[in-house]
C-alpha cells in the first residue's frame, strides 16, 4: 500500500517536471526567436541580476529576459503571455519585498537596467527616460545636460520604475512634491499586448491608476518627465534630539504642530533614531543663517540642538544622502541587506498613540540588541508641496497623510524575532488610532501581510477603483505578485 502511494508520487512528480521542463524549453525558444536576450545561469550578469536588495528575499525566476529595445520587451512578454508564464519587471532591484522578482519563484523577468537613457529636451525641459533607469544616473544626467531636476529618494541604486510608479518620497519632497507628481506621461505596455500613451490628457484612468500602483497594470517603458531647475547651493544639517521617555510624546506633539502648520516649504526633514540615537535631518533649501532662523527655535520648544550643518552645492546635497557616486548604471552590483521592514502612513502621533509609540520605543525597542532603526519622514503639512499637489490625478492613496513612517530591523539570525519586534512596534503606535487615520506605503512592503489586507493598506481608499481597473486591463493577472490588487474582488462586487 505504501509503495504503491509512494511510487504513485514519484510518478506524478516526474510527470509534472517533465512538463515544467517542456514548459521552459519553450519559453527560451521563444525568446531567443524573437532576439531578446537572457541571462545565462551562472553568469556575472545572472549573478548580479537575480540579487535583490533583501537579501532574506532570494527568489528564483524561470527566466531573466535582458531586453534592450521596446520591440524586445514587447516580445518577452508576449511569450510569457502565451506560455503561462506570471511576467515581472525589474528595474532598481530595491523592492523590500523582492517584487522585482516576481516575489515568489518561476516568474519571467524584464530585467530593464541595461536601458537608461536620459534625454532632456532644452526647449521644453522635458525629459524623455527609459524605465531601467537608477534615480542617481537620472539626477545625475538632468543636471548636466540642463540644470534640471525632480525630486525623489535617497538612495540612487534605487530605480525610477519602483519608485514613481508606487510614490517616491526623499530630501525634496516638502519643497517639490512626490517623484511620480513629475511624471508628465508614460508608454505603458498592456497585458492584451498594445503599447499605449497615458498622460492627464490620454488614456487618464491608466495614468492615475500607473501612478500609485503601476505594477499592477503594465510594464512602462518610457517616461517623459516634467522637470524643476534646483536652487545653486543647499544646506544639509543634522540635529540631535536626546529624548527621554518622559519627553517623547510632549516632543512629538511639538514636531507634529510644526510639520502641519509652520514647517516652510523650503525645509526637508525627516527623524532617524536607532538604538543609540535620535536625531532630526535634512535639507534647506537656502543657506545656514536662513536655516538657523528658521530652525533653532522649533528646535529649543522639542529639546534638540542643531549639531552640524553645511552648504553645498546641489550635487553635493544629493550626493550627501546618496552616501555613494549618484551616477549608477549598468552593470550594478546590488547592494544587500537581510532585514524585515514595515512602514506606516500616519495622519498624525499625538496623545494616546504617541504614549503607546513613545512606551514601546523605549521599553522595547531600547533593549534590542539586533540592529534596528526608525525613519520619519515629513510628508506633509499646509506648506508642503505633497499636499498641495491634486490628489485625484494620481491613484498614491496616503498623500493626506503627515507622516511617512519606517520601522526596519537586520534579520541575519532570527527573522522570526525581527518580525514580532517591528509587528508590535506597529501594533502599538496604531492600536489608539483611527482606521482613516493611517495606512502603509508601497514602496516599504511587508512581508507578513496577507494579500487582502496588504492591498487595503497600501491602497486604502482607492482600492475598489483600482481593482476595477486591474479587472479591465490583466484579467488573467499576467502581472501577478503575491500582494497586486485582486480582479476578482472587482467582479465579485459588480
Ligand atoms: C536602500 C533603499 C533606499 C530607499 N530610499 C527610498 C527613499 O528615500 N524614498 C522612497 O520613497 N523610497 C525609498 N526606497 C524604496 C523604493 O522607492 C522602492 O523599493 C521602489 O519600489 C524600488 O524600485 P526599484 O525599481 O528599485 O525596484 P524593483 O524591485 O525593480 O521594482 C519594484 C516594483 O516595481 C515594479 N516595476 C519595476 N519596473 C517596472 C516597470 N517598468 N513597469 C511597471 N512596474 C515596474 C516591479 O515589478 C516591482 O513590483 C528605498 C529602498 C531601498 C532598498
Ligand atoms: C554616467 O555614467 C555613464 C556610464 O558610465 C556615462 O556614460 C555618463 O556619461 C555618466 N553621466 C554623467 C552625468 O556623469
Ligand atoms: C488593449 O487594451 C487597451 C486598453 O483597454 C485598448 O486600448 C487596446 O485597444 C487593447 N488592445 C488590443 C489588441 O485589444
Ligand atoms: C553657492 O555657494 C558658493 C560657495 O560655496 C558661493 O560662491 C555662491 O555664491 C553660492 N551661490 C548662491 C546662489 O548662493
Ligand atoms: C523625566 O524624568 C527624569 C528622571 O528620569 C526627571 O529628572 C525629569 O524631571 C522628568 N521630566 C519631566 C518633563 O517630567
Ligand atoms: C543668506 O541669504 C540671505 C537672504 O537670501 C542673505 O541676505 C545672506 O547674506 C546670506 N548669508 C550668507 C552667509 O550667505
Ligand atoms: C492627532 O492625531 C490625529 C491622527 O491620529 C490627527 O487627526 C489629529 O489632527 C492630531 N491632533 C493634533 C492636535 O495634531
Avoid at 269 to 297: C, D, S
Avoid at 417 to 434: K, P, Q
Wanted: hydrophobic letters at 40%; a negative charge.
Amino acid at each position: 500500500m505504501h509503495s504503491t502511494v509512494a511510487l504513485c508520487l514519484g510518478l506524478l512528480a516526474s510527470l509534472a517536471q517533465g512538463v515544467a521542463f517542456n514548459k521552459h524549453a519553450a519559453l527560451e525558444d521563444c525568446l531567443s526567436g524573437s532576439k531578446t536576450a537572457v541571462d545565462a545561469i551562472d553568469s556575472d550578469d545572472y549573478t548580479r541580476d537575480v540579487a535583490p536588495f533583501n537579501k532574506r528575499l532570494q527568489f528564483t525566476p524561470a527566466t531573466i529576459a535582458v531586453p534592450t529595445t521596446v520591440e524586445q520587451i514587447q516580445s518577452a512578454v508576449a511569450c510569457g503571455s502565451k506560455l503561462g508564464y506570471k511576467v515581472t519587471a525589474k528595474c532598481g532591484g530595491h523592492s523590500y519585498a523582492s517584487l522585482g522578482l516576481g516575489g515568489e519563484d518561476g516568474h519571467l523577468i524584464i530585467e530593464l537596467d541595461r536601458m537608461n537613457s536620459v534625454v532632456l529636451d532644452k526647449e521644453t525641459n522635458v525629459a524623455t527616460v527609459q524605465s531601467g533607469t537608477r534615480l542617481g544616473h537620472l539626477a545625475a544626467e538632468l543636471f548636466a545636460q540642463g540644470n534640471r531636476a525632480i525630486s525623489h529618494g535617497t538612495c540612487p541604486g534605487v530605480g525610477i520604475s519602483g519608485h514613481v510608479l508606487h510614490g517616491g518620497f526623499g530630501m525634496s519632497s516638502h519643497s517639490r512634491g512626490l517623484a511620480l507628481d513629475w511624471v508628465k506621461g508614460m508608454d505603458v505596455l498592456l497585458a492584451n499586448g498594445s503599447l499605449i500613451h497615458a498622460s492627464a490628457e490620454e488614456n487618464k484612468e491608466v495614468y492615475w491608476g500607473m501612478l500609485g500602483a503601476g505594477s499592477n497594470f503594465g510594464i512602462v517603458t518610457s517616461y517623459e518627465l516634467n522637470t524643476f531647475e534646483p536652487p545653486a547651493n543647499v544646506t544639509w544639517f543634522v540635529a540631535s534630539l536626546p529624548l527621554k521617555q518622559n519627553t517623547t510624546v510632549a516632543a512629538l506633539e511639538g514636531i507634529e504642530d510644526y510639520v502641519r502648520n509652520t514647517m516652510p516649504a523650503e525645509l526637508n526633514m525627516r527623524l532617524y533614531a536607532t538604538r543609540q540615537f535620535t536625531q532630526l535631518e535634512g535639507i534647506y533649501q537656502g543657506n545656514k543663517t536662513e536655516l538657523e532662523a528658521v530652525l533653532k527655535p522649533f528646535l529649543s520648544k522639542i529639546g534638540g540642538t542643531l549639531a552640524t550643518s553645511q552648504t553645498v552645492t546641489w550635487i553635493k546635497g544629493l550626493e550627501h544622502f546618496a552616501t555613494v557616486k549618484l551616477n549608477q548604471t549598468y552593470p550594478y552590483t546590488q547592494v544587500q541587506e537581510q532585514f524585515y521592514g514595515k512602514s506606516l502612513e500616519l495622519s498624525g502621533l499625538n496623545g494616546t498613540a504617541a504614549k503607546s509609540f513613545a512606551d514601546y520605543w523605549f521599553n522595547v525597542a531600547k533593549q534590542e540588541t539586533a540592529h534596528w532603526y526608525l525613519q520619519v519622514d515629513f510628508q506633509g503639512g499646509v506648506n508642503s508641496a505633497v499636499w498641495k499637489a491634486d490628489s485625484e490625478l494620481t491613484s498614491y492613496a496616503h498623500r493626506d497623510k503627515l507622516y511617512i513612517m519606517q520601522f526596519y530591523i537586520s534579520t541575519t539570525s532570527t527573522p522570526e524575532t525581527g518580525f514580532d519586534f517591528v509587528n508590535g512596534w506597529a501594533e502599538a503606535t496604531t492600536s489608539a488610532l483611527e482606521a482613516d487615520d493611517w495606512g502603509m506605503y508601497f514602496n516599504y512592503p511587508d512581508t507578513q501581510l496577507d494579500r487582502a489586507k496588504a492591498q487595503e493598506m497600501y491602497w486604502g481608499k482607492n482600492l475598489a477603483r483600482l481593482q476595477k481597473l486591474k479587472a479591465e486591463l490583466d484579467p488573467n493577472e499576467l502581472f501577478y505578485y503575491p500582494v497586486s490588487l485582486n480582479p476578482e474582488a472587482a467582479l465579485e462586487s459588480l
